[in-house]
């Protein structure tokens, strides 16, 4: 199987998504991969754990991507290993009511992961600058001062939010979250065979919306602004990572080498040390217990 340095998907220069790959060859059949992805995934669990003990680092993971790139299956896939408590998954969905009630950051505040555990955001925080820009006139939802039309949003908000984005990263990171962010890179032509898939498959076909189809007409704005948020937002404390998303299989292979692989460089996430009392009676407690009676 080819070999992978994960580091080659960060963005570190100027990203250009219209010559990020979306699909990449990776020698070896999808029963290889899938068998490379299910050791990985084997291993993440096992440092979750060290994690867990440690109770130092946290770890978020975000996910984006546009519709069928991908993303539940491959939170399914890649975490499928760990512990059930070692990891949470929130899928941010319209704001609900009380959301709207707080700034659009607070949502994602709150679901932030505790110290040893994983937490797995199935669209982020980005949403806020992404379908915004398609359909600013969600924006006025927010109810904020200043701003009753799509007329009077300022033009330097955009900029404001990637900066306020970029300071939550900043400031979590600084208090040890470990911070991954993914983009799900998928091409317009496996979107459409994936529509497809789920109006042809009968078991599939309550995936589908037509709203799928009316998004895929703004397939270039999303592009366009995919591409200035990645650009504005991938930090050294919260980088990037631009994943090939036409094969599912290397797609979740990928994801997960690239959190082991990064989290496998802290050499303080380690089990924390045994009470020096129980190493020197640990043969007494061991005896005690295979003599009980």
């Known amino acids: 199987m080819k070999a992978i340095d994960t580091d080659d998907f960060r963005v570190k220069d100027n990203f250009d998504i219209h010559k990020a790959p979306t699909l990449i060859d990776m020698e070896a059949s999808e029963k290889k991969v899938h068998s490379e992805l299910k050791k990985t995934s084997r291993k993440l669990g096992k440092l979750q754990d060290k994690m867990y003990a440690n109770n130092r680092y946290s770890v978020l993971v975000c996910l984006q991507g546009m519709d069928t790139s991908g993303?539940?299956?491959?939170?399914?896939?890649?975490?499928?290993?760990?512990?059930?408590?070692?990891?949470?998954?929130?899928?941010?969905?319209?704001?609900?009511?009380?959301?709207?009630?707080?700034?659009?950051?607070?949502?994602?505040?709150?679901?932030?992961?505790?110290?040893?555990?994983?937490?797995?955001?199935?669209r982020s925080h980005y949403e806020n600058v992404l379908i915004t820009r398609v359909h600013p006139e969600f924006i006025l939802n927010e109810n904020l001062p200043g701003i009753s039309?799509?007329?009077?949003?300022?033009?330097?908000?955009?900029?404001?939010?990637?900066?306020?984005?970029?300071?939550?990263?900043?400031?979590?990171?600084?208090?040890?979250?470990i911070v991954f962010k993914f983009f799900l890179h998928l091409s317009k032509e496996e979107q459409r065979q994936r529509?497809?898939?789920?109006?042809?498959?009968?078991?599939?076909?309550?995936?589908?919306?037509?709203?799928?189809?009316?998004?895929?007409?703004?397939?270039?704005?999303?592009?366009?602004?995919?591409?200035?948020?990645?650009?504005?937002?991938?930090?050294?404390?919260?980088?990037?990572?631009?994943?090939?998303?036409?094969?599912?299989?290397?797609?979740?292979y990928l994801v997960a080498k690239t959190i082991f692989d990064h989290l496998k460089k802290y050499e303080d996430i380690k089990e924390p040390a045994v009470n020096e009392e129980v190493l020197e009676n640990i043969n007494l407690y061991r005896s005690k217990l295979q003599n009980e009676k």
Request: aromatic share 16%; proline share 4%.
């Open 71 to 122: 993303k539940d299956s491959l939170i399914r896939e890649v975490f499928r290993r760990f512990n059930a408590r070692g990891v949470n998954v929130y899928s941010f969905k319209t704001p609900s009511s009380a959301e709207l009630e707080h700034d659009y950051l607070w949502r994602h505040y709150i679901a932030l992961p505790e110290k040893g555990k994983f937490a797995v955001f199935n």
């Open 149 to 177: 039309t799509v007329e009077e949003i300022p033009e330097n908000l955009w900029e404001q939010r990637y900066e306020q984005m970029n300071n939550f990263e900043k400031h979590i990171a600084q208090n040890g979250t």
């Open 195 to 252: 529509l497809l898939r789920r109006l042809n498959k009968e078991e599939h076909n309550w995936k589908f919306a037509p709203s799928d189809l009316d998004e895929r007409g703004f397939w270039d704005d999303y592009q366009k602004y995919y591409e200035e948020a990645i650009n504005s937002t991938s930090k050294k404390h919260a980088p990037w990572y631009i994943i090939p998303a036409d094969n599912k299989e290397t797609a979740r």
